[in-house]
């Protein structure tokens, strides 16, 4: 593992989430220095009986809403010290928002799922780079959503909020070429999470095809969890050290594989990122 050979300063936003606690135990096992962000205090809680803190190894748990710009502020300026010096910054927070219609939806709900899965990434983005110092190298990761790259009906606002996330993360890759920041996003693909599991309650508004795929995936939720930190590592190891502004999914792309060929025709073209393609012969 590429994260053994080094102690890292690790910032993780969303804690207390299912993909968020998983990583933060994986890489407490492996001695990081972690800074854990979250909302939810009986989560936190958990998190904190699992890790003691050692000699060689930080841990601090902060607690705060990531929808409140004035928490962000007051985070940022709290642990400066500790954000200049990161290496991986991740945010595993994420909404599903109301599954519907979209004539049927509340538009409240709708842009409460926005405010968490894509306002709050800007403010927070933007509130970060202010105090991460160019020269520091830097891989910023967050999550994509079902319905990115495909269709989902009746997941509007969970899908398209996700959508605009993935398209700021390939923006923002080309608006720093000067730093030594990077910035990517990960698609888990299913995780036996309790928002997913609320899924399986709302049967007449999700396909039964998606109900199959979700209770079949969640046999290999540990299996997919397992694949988020391995792409982790990859994309801190020197073969994916230069990958920066992809959509990359750590179920399904065989990243394991990749070789120096391979990565520079992903780093030369728009693999990995929202286009169309397709051709449409008219005559």
């Known amino acids: 593992m590429v994260t053994k050979k080094k102690k890292l300063n690790i910032i993780i936003f969303g804690s207390g989430s299912t993909v968020g606690s998983y990583l933060a135990e994986r890489f407490y096992l492996e001695k990081h220095n972690l800074l854990l962000c979250g909302r939810n205090k009986i989560k936190h809680e958990k998190l904190k009986k699992k890790m003691i803190e050692n000699q060689s190894q930080t841990i601090n748990f902060q607690r705060f809403d990531i929808t409140n710009n004035n928490k962000i502020l007051s985070f940022v300026k ?81 899908s398209i909020s996700k959508l605009a996330l993935v398209k700021l993360v390939e923006i923002l890759s080309y608006e720093l070429p000067k730093t030594n920041t990077r910035i990517n996003a990960i698609a888990p693909g299913v995780i036996n999470s309790q928002m997913t599991r609320k899924l399986l309650k709302l049967k007449k508004k999700i396909s039964k095809k998606e109900i199959r795929t979700i209770k ?22 020197k073969n994916g050290q230069y990958i920066s502004g992809k959509l990359i999914s750590s179920r399904w792309d065989n990243f394991k594989y990749w070789n120096k060929s391979k990565i520079s025709k992903i780093l030369s073209s728009d693999i990995f990122t929202l286009r169309r393609k397709i051709k449409f012969n008219e005559k």
Not at 93 to 112: C, D, P, R
């Open 78 to 158: 709290k642990n400066k010290k500790f954000i200049e010096k990161a290496d991986l910054i991740i945010n595993s927070t994420g909404e599903q928002g109301e599954v519907n219609n979209f004539y049927k939806i509340n538009l409240n709900k709708f842009k409460k799922t926005f405010d968490v899965n894509f306002f709050s990434n800007v403010f927070l983005l933007k509130s970060l780079n202010k105090v991460i110092k160019s020269k520091k190298k830097l891989l910023i990761l967050v999550f994509s959503g079902g319905g990115v790259t495909s269709r989902r009906d009746n997941f509007s606002s969970y």
């Open 216 to 237: 079949k995936e969640f046999k290999n939720s540990q299996y997919s969890m397992n694949k988020i930190f391995l792409l982790i590592n990859f994309l801190l190891s």
